[in-house]
């Protein structure tokens, strides 16, 4: 990646060098030894002081993390005969693809649905690999994906779905051994949050937030994962009424120490995502990461305590806001978000990555905005490198190819 050199740096020192050597002209003969040994060292000491800015520069841009999203759709197998090779060819092509871009690393979705698109103790084999959610196939998808990554030097983060069940008909079947059918209460009712055709795994239960750490323990304890990535599905509605029964029956329990509604929700979140991070942890020098949405107000709705996750030390490693608007979005522009973040994450060793809206490129998204300009993406990671961040994120691995975002990303070559 290419950086340059401020020209300024170049011009102040030989005007300095020429102030000194006039000053000095009436004693030239006595001071010509000196007056050229000064300018010897000067012309050192500029080269160095580029070489140490460019060396610099260089090893920021090695740590910067430069990343894509592959969500479950682009590994769906349906129209391929669903075999080993059929899939190493998807995996090398996408990791071709995103090693070619300029990225370094992927999150790559590996639990879309409580399910797992590699041999589980905990949840059935995804439908998006073999078909049919519980059906297996006699290879390990994420283990040849991992390798594939690695030998392309990509770092690879797993990224899962800690409470999703289904949405919109997906899944169109849940296999018999899909989770929601294992966690059953005492009165004989899943425990799951069903509203608007959607259903997640309710995280006020102990037995569902223990079972989503010990599928995070067997993940890093079974594959070689750079990290373990989550993003913002939460509590799905802010309908009380959904949970009313949990958490009447808390209340009961904690007494004149209970909670709101709202206040209990966010401390069974807290509760999970640090259990997740104590998983993610068991393995040495995996990284646990988080990427909420962008607008605070909409994370605390969905109880997703995002500033104490910023601001305190183990929820997370990193945390990567989806900034998915436009530099010029009428009410919410890019660079007021991004500043918020910046303020916000405060926690020690906590980097913060910024995800970013591919997918609108040259959409009508944000009043059109994505249409006025096609250097939103540039001008965004221009913009959070001078705040200090530690880097980004694309959505999605769909549109590396998509003829409505080539503008963007031809733009965003540019600063890559």
């Known amino acids: 990646m290419k950086r340059i050199i401020p020209a300024v740096l170049s011009i102040l020192i030989p005007a300095a060098m020429l102030f000194t050597a006039i000053a000095m002209l009436p004693h030239a003969e006595s001071k010509s030894e000196n007056i050229s040994s000064e300018k010897v060292n000067s012309k050192t000491e ?63 979705h590996v639990r879309p649905f409580s399910d797992a698109i590699y041999p589980s103790e905990y949840y059935p084999f995804s439908h998006i690999i073999s078909g049919k959610q519980g059906k297996e196939v006699d290879y390990d998808p994420l283990k040849i994906a991992i390798e594939t990554a690695h030998e392309k030097g990509l770092s690879f983060h797993a990224w899962i779905n800690p409470l999703r069940v289904s949405i919109s ?33 309710d995280p006020s239960y102990s037995e569902v937030r223990r079972l989503i750490c010990d599928g995070v323990r067997e993940l890093v304890r079974n594959y070689d994962l750079d990290g373990v990535h989550i993003d913002d599905y939460f509590y799905p509605t802010e309908d009380l009424s959904v949970d009313s029964i949990e958490y009447k029956s ?93 303020k916000m994450t405060t926690a020690k060793g906590v ?35 001078s705040i200090k961040s530690d880097g980004f994120a694309l959505f999605s691995y769909e549109q590396l190819s998509s003829d409505a975002a080539k503008s963007e990303l031809d733009n965003l070559r540019q600063v890559m």
């Open 351 to 385: 980097r913060l990555y910024f995800g970013l809206a591919l997918y609108k490129a040259g959409s009508n998204d944000d009043s059109g905005t994505w249409k006025d300009t096609d250097d939103n993406l540039k001008r965004e990671v221009s913009y959070i490198r």
């Open 169 to 201: 008909a997906l899944p169109d079947k849940l296999s018999n051994d899909n989770p929601i059918n294992k966690l059953i209460d005492e009165n004989g009712d899943s425990m799951t949050i069903v509203c608007d055709g959607q259903t997640f795994l």
């Open 250 to 342: 808390y209340k009961a329990s904690a007494g004149d120490a209970a909670l709101t509604q709202q206040e209990w929700r966010q401390q069974n979140i807290n509760s999970l995502i640090c259990g997740m991070y104590e998983a993610t942890h068991t393995k040495k020098g995996c990284k646990f990461g988080i990427s909420p949405q962008c607008n605070i107000e909409n994370d605390y709705k969905m109880s997703a305590d995002v500033r104490t996750w910023c601001s305190e030390n183990g929820y997370c490693d990193y945390i990567c806001p989806q900034t998915y608007v436009s530099v010029n979005h009428p009410l919410f522009p890019f660079n007021n978000f991004a500043e918020t973040w910046r």
């Open 46 to 108: 500029e080269v160095t002081e580029c070489s140490e800015t460019i060396k610099n520069k260089n090893e920021e841009r090695e740590q910067e993390m430069i990343g894509i999203w592959v969500p479950c759709m682009c590994l769906d197998m349906t129209g391929t005969n669903r075999s080993e090779s059929a899939w190493k060819d998807k995996i090398t092509k996408i990791m071709d693809d995103v090693k070619a871009f300029g990225t370094n690393t992927v999150f790559f």
